[in-house]
């Protein structure tokens, strides 16, 4: 089934110039990139992707990190875009992410952030549930 989903190209991917290189690797798997803009979160719109983890340890380092600099938000399409997505992206992890993923192949070695959040270049949506509250943050 055709599904829509969000990708985003967090601040740490962003930063490093691999925008290009990951959109590519999106398409190479048969997804295609609908629509992009590269923007840089507000609190609110940082708070409003996070709120699943709203009183979690790890939340204000989440919000934090996502709004450190600029994201490109992709809104990505396909058959079972979801699923495929988020196995191109490869284990949340990167270090115990699997080689050929986007996650694997291209992670720093420094992984960990000053707020010991993992830097882990990209968010997917993780359900459609997810997709249809998370596209409409960047996308109205």
């Not at 940082?46 to 709004?67: M, N, T």
């Not at 992890?93 to 694997?104: F, K, N, S, V």
Request: charged share 25%; with cysteine.
């Amino acid at each position: 089934m055709a599904e829509k989903t969000l990708l985003l190209i967090k601040p740490d991917g962003v930063a490093r110039g691999l925008i290009d290189t990951i959109i590519k690797r999106v398409e190479a798997a048969g997804l295609k990139v609908e629509t992009k803009k590269q923007i840089t979160l507000t609190g609110e719109q940082a708070a409003e992707l996070y709120r699943p983890h709203l009183g979690k340890q790890f939340y204000p380092g989440l919000v934090k990190f996502i709004s450190s600099g600029p994201v490109m938000a992709c809104i990505v399409s396909g058959e079972q875009a979801i699923s495929r997505l988020r196995a191109l992206m490869g284990d949340t992890d990167p270090l115990a992410a699997e080689r050929g993923t986007i996650r694997g192949d291209l992670k720093e070695m420094a992984v960990i952030n000053e707020d010991g959040i993992i830097k882990n270049l990209v968010h997917g949506s993780d359900s459609l549930e997810s997709a249809a509250r998370e596209m409409p943050i960047f996308f109205k």
